[in-house]
């Protein structure tokens, strides 16, 4: 069981647009900041966002962030089948004094 | 350009130990935390715990604490991950990840490319 809750999967349809959420609590989401990241299928993770809604240099602005309160998403706009990836949430907890990670969300992309 | 290269794949016993390494390159290796991520496979991401290189103080997560010890070596710019004590269920891809010195905004970026370590009688 993950700390952070994601969609197990998401789909949608080439050039349209998808949102994937991340739910947690006041210990970790409702007062640190959140990270996104793509792994697509057999490599590393990549960092896609980070401090809730900032993009690395390199990451396109089809990808976007968002936060409110106990909750994070993750947006992606114009679909590629490129985009087919697993999607992860993370943060810290002060309260378990550690970095969580949400279960992870596959993108579908039909 | 920024890089962490690991060493390469392991298959231990049941009750060893597993010692990986994670070389820096392209950025002061003090000025960052050092993290390391477990992937089982078809898993999801679990954060193992992090190791400060510029004075060597760790925080594990309590799943690990007490089977797994982080360093980092300055003389190298290498960060370690020891996890003892192997089962079958430790079986997964283990990642070095950087992480942002204010840990209440962690990022992970740049990661390693995985060592792949398998547990098996």
């Known amino acids: 069981q993950s700390v952070l809750t994601q969609p197990p999967s998401v789909s949608a349809a080439p050039g349209q647009k998808v949102t994937i959420s991340c739910s947690g609590s006041?210990?970790?989401?409702?007062?640190?900041?959140v990270s996104w990241y793509q792994q697509l299928p057999g490599t590393a993770p990549k960092l896609l966002i980070y401090?809730?809604?900032k993009r690395p240099s390199g990451i396109p602005d089809r990808f976007s962030g968002s936060k409110s309160g106990t909750s994070a998403t993750l947006g992606i706009t114009g679909l590629q089948t490129g985009d087919e990836a697993d999607y992860y949430c993370?943060?810290?907890?002060?309260?378990?004094?550690?970095?969580?990670f949400g279960g992870g969300t596959q993108l579908t992309v039909l | 350009e920024v890089q962490l290269v690991q060493s390469g794949a392991e298959v231990k016993k049941p009750g060893a130990t597993v010692k990986i390494s994670c070389k820096v390159s392209g950025y002061t290796f003090t000025d960052y935390y050092m993290h390391w991520v477990q992937q089982a496979p078809g898993k999801g991401l679990e954060w193992m715990g992090l190791v400060d290189p510029e004075d060597g103080e760790t925080i594990y997560a309590e799943k690990f604490q007490g089977r797994v010890t982080i360093t980092a070596d300055t003389s190298t710019d290498t960060a370690y991950m020891e996890l003892s004590s192997l089962r079958s269920e430790d079986t997964a891809v283990y990642y070095c990840?950087?992480?942002?010195?204010?840990?209440?905004?962690?990022?992970?970026?740049?990661w390693g490319q995985g060592t792949l370590v398998t547990v098996s009688s």
């Open positions: 993370g943060t810290w907890d002060s309260s378990l004094s550690a970095a969580v």
């Open positions: 401090d809730n809604n």
């Open positions: 006041s210990s970790n989401i409702g007062n640190n900041y």
């Open positions: 990840a950087t992480g942002r010195r204010m840990i209440v905004a962690n990022w992970f970026d740049p």
